[in-house]
């Protein structure tokens, strides 16, 4: 055990022998031959690097189908709900108060996944914690389709919902550590356009089909995952801090498409490891005294209260209550299968648009704007809606949809911004199992607002409803100007080492010079 002043000694040494690799101003750098991005960060530099970047993206890919997969069953419940609702020969009909139930037991069930995953991809690898995901989600869609009560349709919908927690937390995870800084970005974002597509085919499925053809029709997906994943590599974070160095190497000589690249980033990974290990006691290695070190508790609590403003915010009530929602808008106009293709669409659309922005502009300024235009478009409708309680003529209509348009294109980015959040803020040594945590907390506040919305509803009527949707949107940018870092083309390493400084506050750091370290490529 290291007492205090050999403790300090070894970090200034080790700080000194790695500042070449973690230094802002010694960062490792590849002149570039080809195109740049506006920013400076480069697409690719020679033959080998595009096929490291080649290889990023299929190995992407693959996960991609995953979490394509894991949106059917959060948009399942906009097909099953008008089906059985509206069908009064279904043996399974459904009232009100199950209907509640089928909409947000998955979202009760998924805390319990998203708490199991952090373990299992710490223990067993984050690849082989996605494997292990697709198992019950295969199982679950089996149980709905050949549901002949509410209870198996439930215990379907359950079961399903653990699978998608146990998915989350390890796709960002994963994608974060296989990621070069200067694509991180991107392919972490990349996930919500997977989860769109995967709610709007399992709309566009509603509109065609039987719920329970369309249940049958979803393991597809996930059996095309299992086999996609299984040839993708290991993350070479994990096999380092798991002293398998050589598979670690061999990863990173395919995601970076160079050997040279590869042993070089291997040994970043190895030193900042081996530093790491240097300064660890007895009692630091205590899970408690590890949430108490500033470059944890600081992303923690940032993630965290965004997390819960972004539940209120009411991203995800638009997903589950598509039908709903979109009745007070376009009255008798559209059918539910069109509200619901219409929210998929507009979401999907917006999530690629905003993927690709996150290329050429910094995390903050996507993340502030997004949040603007999220709240003022709810606000607007809920002043709309306020005035206007009923009979409102066709140019309020249109009025109205082009705020919803607006609110819906807008939240994406508060929809894709917690996951970039985990995949870059938290530090390495507790990643996995921290961000199974926060998707637990993440997703027990979705249930109970998801479980409330209709009571809600009925107190706070669609105008008071949108108030609180937009309220809480503009208390997020509040927050993100305050102490969002911007992380865009930094090493994760880099980001860490920023949270282990003192100020909390962005915009109140203490030299402008190391803020602007942080914000370049």
């Known amino acids: 055990m290291l007492n205090s002043h050999e403790k300090k000694s070894r970090e200034i040494t080790l700080l000194k022998s790695n500042q070449s690799i973690f230094g802002p101003d010694k960062a490792i750098k590849i002149v570039s031959s080809k195109s740049q991005l506006s920013d400076g960060a480069r697409i690719y530099k020679s033959p080998n690097e595009r096929r490291g ?30 089906q059985l609702s509206g069908n009064t020969t279904d043996p399974l009909r459904l009232d009100v108060t199950m209907g509640s139930w089928i909409a947000s037991i998955h979202s009760a069930a998924t805390p319990v996944g998203s708490f199991a995953s952090g373990p299992i991809m ?43 927690g146990l998915i989350s937390a390890p796709v960002q995870v994963y994608i974060a550590e296989i990621a070069e800084p200067r694509l991180r970005g991107v392919l972490i974002g990349a996930p919500f356009v997977a989860y769109s597509v995967g709610i709007l085919f399992i709309y566009g499925l509603g509109a065609a089909l039987h719920w329970r053809a369309v249940a049958w029709c979803a393991i597809i997906l996930p059996t095309i995952s299992f086999l996609a994943v299984i040839f993708a590599p290991e993350t070479p974070t994990w096999l380092i801090r798991h002293n398998l160095t050589a598979k670690a190497s061999a990863a990173l000589s395919f995601l970076r498409g160079d050997d040279e690249k590869g042993k070089r980033e291997l040994q970043q990974l190895t030193m900042r490891y081996e530093r790491e290990k240097a300064l660890m006691t007895a009692s630091s290695e205590r899970f408690v005294n590890i949430l108490k070190r500033k470059s ?12 819960m403003i972004q539940v209120i ?36 659309i917006s ?35 306020y005035v206007h309680p009923e009979n ?58 998801a479980k409330g919305y209709p009571y809600v509803k009925d107190d706070m009527k669609t105008s008071g409803l949108f108030l609180m949707f937009g309220v809480s949107s503009l208390v997020g940018v509040i927050l993100l100007y305050i102490v969002f870092p911007e992380t865009k083309g930094k090493t994760l390493g880099a980001i860490e080492d920023y949270f282990m400084e003192n100020p909390w506050m962005w915009s109140r750091r203490k030299s402008a010079v190391n803020r602007r370290d942080m914000t370049r490529s």
């Not at 944890?296 to 997390?307: A, C, D, E, G, H």
């Open 53 to 82: 970047v080649i290889h990023q993206l299929l190995v992407t890919g693959a996960v991609l189908i995953l979490t394509a997969a894991c949106g059917m069953p959060i948009g399942y419940s906009a097909v099953l709900l008008p």
């Open 122 to 164: 710490d223990i067993l690898g984050r690849k082989t914690a996605l494997l292990i995901s697709i198992l019950p989600l295969v199982g679950g869609w089996t149980c709905i389709a050949l549901a002949q009560s509410h209870l198996l349709l439930l215990i379907g919908r359950v079961v399903c919902g653990v699978a998608v």
């Open 296 to 307: 944890v508790m600081k992303p923690l609590i940032i993630i965290n209260t965004f997390n």
């Open 313 to 348: 915010s009411g991203v995800y009530l638009v997903i589950f209550y598509a039908v709903d929602i979109i009745k007070e808008f376009g009255g008798d106009t559209l059918t539910p299968t069109m509200a619901a293709v219409f929210t998929a669409v507009v979401r999907l």
């Open 351 to 385: 999530t690629i648009i905003y993927c690709f922005l996150l290329m050429y502009t910094s995390r903050r300024m996507m993340s502030i704007l997004s949040g603007l235009g999220t709240g003022i478009a709810a606000t607007s409708l809920a002043i709309i809606f």
């Open 392 to 449: 409102m003529g066709g140019g309020l209509r249109v009025l109205c949809a082009v705020f919803l348009v607006i609110y819906i294109g807008c939240s994406t980015g508060y929809m894709v911004l917690p996951g970039i959040m985990v995949g870059e803020l938290l530090p390495a040594r507790i990643r996995g199992q921290v961000a199974g945590y926060i998707f637990c907390l993440f997703n027990l506040g979705l249930f109970i607002l």
